[in-house]
């Protein structure tokens, strides 16, 4: 069983891994550690929570798919420390994709770019590019450093949640989707409520312009400003798993739109009051607000076992696109 540790620094224990709360330097030195030999640390990171493995160690990262029950062919995106480190794992970097690292990392973003040696097809799922991203999140970041002082090239981390299911933003969400998956050696750092709350925007950056893969919080129009470039649209060519159609849903049914019965629940801005008898589930001030708080009130409905949820779409070309897209998903089920 975890122990929710209130004590700076205690380490509670579960059956299954570990529960780091309020994680000291020791204990972020320790679970640096426990990465390089072959064990999982599931992170906060500003969009959700990753689960880490060491990006260089195939049966680490084979067990990732395990934890997660995700087909082995799918892409893993690899986490690194510090901007200079993409050289590692990246060759023939464009200059627009340079300019918008600068800009935007440590953030949510990430750049899809061709590969070196070192990342082997158990990272790409066997194509020719690698998925990069510098997290803003003080303990990845620290974390990512502790790892790279004793010879750690970057951690491989999808969203801690089962495959198909909604990423976890807090450290008890990724506890109940995979504690059960755990082995003893596995620790999650609990690290707060995720800033941004949604996956970072996916930029594939081999062409000669900068192509959207997944929308995030770093919206087209601020790579078109940064770069000067005009943005593709998105392909679907390049092999995204988190375009397949039911992806990122609860249990609950989700109805965009739509009038609750009672008994329903309802997500919508705060400026929307709630229909008769409807429970509300969330009422974000602002667009930002909406994407911080909506997997976890998605969470909410299904531990209150609510059948159906209606959610008001926000409007806008901020990351209400990337609200918008995450919603249509999860709106065709499972
Ligand atoms: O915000 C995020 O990106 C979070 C945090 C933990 O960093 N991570 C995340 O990882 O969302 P994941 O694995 O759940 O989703 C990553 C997506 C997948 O859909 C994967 O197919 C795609 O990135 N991807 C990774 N490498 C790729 C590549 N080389 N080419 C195309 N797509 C790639
Ligand atoms: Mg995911």
Redesign the pocket.
């Known amino acids: 069983m975890v122990i929710f540790s209130q004590k700076p620094g205690i380490i509670g224990d579960m059956s299954q891994g570990q529960f780091i709360s309020f994680c000291t330097a020791d204990a972020l030195a320790r679970a640096a550690q426990d990465l390089k030999s072959g064990a999982l640390v599931a992170f906060p990171?500003e969009?959700?929570?990753?689960?880490g493995a060491d990006a260089t160690n195939a049966e680490a990262v084979a067990r990732i798919y395990n934890v997660k029950g995700r087909p082995a062919d799918?892409?893993?995106?690899v986490?690194l420390a510090d901007m200079q480190d993409v050289t590692d794992w990246a060759s023939d970097i464009p200059d627009y994709a340079i300019d918008l690292a600068r800009a935007f990392w440590p953030g949510?973003m990430?750049l899809?770019l061709p590969?070196t040696d070192l990342a082997k097809d158990f990272i790409?799922?066997g194509?020719a590019?690698?998925?990069l991203?510098v997290?803003d999140h003080t303990l990845a970041l620290a974390l990512l450093q502790e790892f790279k002082k004793i010879g750690g090239k970057g951690l491989a981390?999808?969203?801690?949640?089962r495959f198909g299911q909604v990423?976890p933003t807090t450290a008890s969400a990724v506890q109940e989707e995979l504690g059960d998956f755990f082995d003893e050696k596995d620790v999650i750092l609990d690290g707060g409520q995720s800033s941004v709350g949604?996956?970072?925007t996916?930029i594939?950056c081999t062409a000669s312009a900068p192509r959207i893969?997944?929308p995030?919080a770093i919206t087209i129009e601020m790579i078109e400003e940064v770069t000067g470039l005009k943005v593709e649209d998105r392909d679907e060519v390049?092999?995204?798993?988190?375009?397949l159609e039911n992806h990122y849903a609860p249990s609950a049914q989700i109805l965009l739109d739509g009038h609750p019965r009672p008994g329903d629940g309802y997500i919508a801005l705060k400026s929307y009051p709630t229909p008769e008898g409807a429970i509300r589930l969330a009422a974000p001030v602002d667009n930002e607000d909406f994407a911080r708080q909506l997997y976890s009130a998605l969470r909410e409905a299904d531990a209150q076992e609510i059948e159906l949820v209606v959610v008001v779409q926000p409007e806008g070309t901020d990351i209400a696109i990337a609200i918008r897209d995450r919603l249509k998903r999860a709106s065709q089920g499972r």
């Open positions: 990171t969009t959700v929570y990753g689960l799918h892409p893993l995106i986490h949510p990430t899809i590969r790409t799922g194509q590019t690698v998925g991203r997290p981390a999808p969203s801690a949640n990423s949604l996956e970072s996916i594939d893969l997944r995030g390049i092999r995204v798993s988190g375009s």
